[in-house]
């Protein structure tokens, strides 16, 4: 492939990191609307129910392409498990069992647990340069995090989801670049809409059905308020978003493209202050431009080889 055509493709990667950040900053806002009135798992439930409904519609109208093969689902499914099903699992029921800054800390370790893992799994080896500014990035969020007032601390029960949280969103992303060798960004974000849509509704309706609710799974929908949050989780976060996060991972090394996801931190701060009157503090703008730089530097210093996906000589 011509070397312009490769830079092309890279530069719409990083672009596509800087897209998914943004959508997924807001992502706190209108979860944070939807769940005055319906629960976390109710929530989940309704979003990718949306998402995998409207990608299907897309698919029959053939505007999307999804190729279907023997044996595929031995590689999305290991992409689809880690995230979204086990990953929002396991976030949702561990900040019941811990406080949202504990959260916010434990998510911040991410990019570390995928830099480690890459490096071993994907031979793919940060430089010492992105090193020092991919720990510059997660110090930022981590004073974000600590300079709060203390909300109290949480058990030893959240820890241990919220790690399970950081180890499954890890193992997506080189899980996800793997399946970029033989899958499109496309697929991946299809099967994975797939694998939310039926987990969560599953759960969600043997939940109601335990407690008697059943008519509450079409009965919340009376409260117009929810609309437009899921209308925004289920289609530009869910569809959106993850078929960005797949289309970087398609062409940027794993800890590359998984340092962008530390930009939704500031975008969650400023949302919160322009839109639900949070108040700014100096450790917003320390830690702030602490992330910028440490993101910057990540992309600045990465080794130049060709980050396109490797064809699979079985894909059909």
């Not at 969103?169 to 099967?191: D, G, H, L, Q, V």
């Not at 289309?247 to 969650?268: D, M, Q």
């Amino acid at each position: 492939m011509p070397r312009h055509a490769v830079d092309i493709m890279n530069k719409t990667a990083h672009l596509a990191g800087v897209a998914f950040s943004l959508i997924f900053g807001f992502t706190f806002l209108f979860s944070k609307t939807a769940l005055a009135f319906l629960s976390p798992i109710g929530l989940i439930s309704y979003r990718f129910l949306l998402a995998f409904g409207v990608f299907e519609i897309l698919r029959l109208a053939g505007v999307i392409k999804v190729r279907f093969w023997k044996g595929q689902w031995k590689i999305w499914l290991p992409v689809a498990l880690c995230e979204p099903v086990l990953y929002f699992l396991f976030e949702t029921y561990g900040l019941q069992w811990t406080t949202s800054g504990e959260a916010g800390m434990m998510i911040a370790l991410i990019p570390i647990f995928v830099t480690v893992l890459s490096a071993f799994l994907l031979r793919e080896k940060p430089t010492r340069l992105q090193v020092l500014f991919i720990l510059l990035s997660v110090v930022g969020i981590l004073l974000i995090q600590l300079a709060k007032p203390a909300e109290g601390t949480g058990s030893i029960w959240g820890f241990l989801l919220l790690m399970g949280a950081v180890l499954t969103a890890a193992f997506f992303n080189i899980f996800s670049r793997k399946a970029s060798r033989s899958m499109t960004p496309t697929e991946i974000t299809y099967f994975m809409m797939l694998s939310a849509a039926v987990s969560f509704n599953v759960l969600y309706v043997a939940r109601l059905a335990i407690q008697g609710r059943m008519e509450d799974y079409f009965g919340l929908f009376s409260h117009g308020e929810i609309w437009v949050p899921i209308l925004y989780l289920g289609i530009v976060a869910s569809i959106g978003g993850y078929f960005l996060v797949n289309l970087a991972l398609s062409r940027l090394p794993a800890h590359v493209s998984s340092i962008y996801s530390n930009l939704s931190t500031i975008v969650a701060v400023v949302a919160g202050a322009a839109l639900l009157q949070e108040t700014l503090a100096w450790f917003h703008f320390v830690g702030g431009m602490m992330i910028i730089v440490g993101v910057y530097g990540t992309i600045r210093f990465a080794q130049k080889p060709g980050s396109q996906p490797i064809p699979d000589p079985h894909i059909r």
